[in-house]
C-alpha cells in the first residue's frame, strides 16, 4: 500500500480508515455486480452474498487484499497476474470451504467447470482472478480512490468518522442475524 501511504499526510482519514472505507465500497460494488449478473443470466431480481444487506464482504476482503499485498506488483504485470490468480483462488477455496463447514452450504459450484478442485475452484475462475488483478490494481482502485478523495474533502472529518466506525457495526450485526437464519435459529 505504498501510494496510500505516501498520501495518508494530504488525507482526512487514516489508513485504518480508509480501509474499512474502502472495503465496503468494494463489498457494495461487488453486491452491484452479483445483482446485475443475476438479472441478466437469471433474468430476474435474486438475492445474492450471504448477508441480508447490500454487500458481498468477499468482494470487500478480496480488495483489500490486493491493495495491501500485491499492489507492490503493480508495475510487473506477470507477477501481478500470478499472484492475484494465486491469492484469489487460495482465497475463494478457503471461504467456499468456511462457508460449506459452517453452514453445510454452498454459494458457488464449480463441480462441472474444467479442471475444478472439490468444486470450490477452478482453473477457468484462476485464470479470471489474475485479469481481474490486473484491472483492479491498474485501472479500478486507482479510478475509485481519486473519486473517493474529491467526495470526502467535501464532507466533515467527524461525521466520516462516525459513518466509518458505523458500518463495521452494522456488518457485525448483519453478520450475527444471517448466520442465525443460515443456521436455522430465527
Not at 480512490?145 to 457485525?172: A, D, F, G, N, Q
Request: aromatic letters at 20%.
Amino acid at each position: 500500500m505504498q501510494e496510500s501511504k505516501s498520501l495518508v499526510v494530504k488525507k482526512k482519514l487514516s489508513e485504518k480508515e480508509y480501509i474499512v472505507l474502502y472495503f465496503f465500497l468494494y463489498s457494495f460494488i461487488g453486491w452491484l455486480l452479483e445483482t446485475v449478473y443475476s438479472v441478466l443470466v437469471l433474468g430476474h431480481f435474486t438475492k445474492r452474498g450471504f448477508l441480508f444487506g447490500p454487500i458481498c464482504p468477499i468482494y470487500g476482503f478480496g480488495a483489500i487484499m490486493m491493495i495491501l499485498f500485491i499492489s507492490q506488483y503493480k508495475k510487473n504485470s506477470i507477477k501481478l497476474f500470478f499472484a492475484s490468480a494465486i491469492l484469489f483462488t487460495a482465497f475463494e477455496y478457503v471461504v467456499s470451504f468456511a462457508l460449506d463447514a459452517i453452514f453445510a452450504a454452498k454459494w458457488w459450484d464449480y463441480t462441472y467447470d474444467f479442471f475444478n478442485l472439490n468444486g470450490r475452484i477452478s482453473i477457468f475462475y484462476t485464470i479470471i482472478w489474475g485479469f481481474i488483478g490486473l484491472i483492479f490494481i491498474n485501472n479500478i482502485h486507482p479510478f475509485f480512490s481519486k473519486k473517493i478523495e474529491k467526495s470526502i474533502s467535501k464532507v466533515p472529518t467527524y461525521i466520516l468518522r462516525v459513518l466509518i466506525y458505523l458500518m463495521p457495526i452494522c456488518l457485525v450485526l448483519d453478520t450475527i442475524f444471517s448466520s442465525l437464519k443460515y443456521l436455522g435459529k430465527i
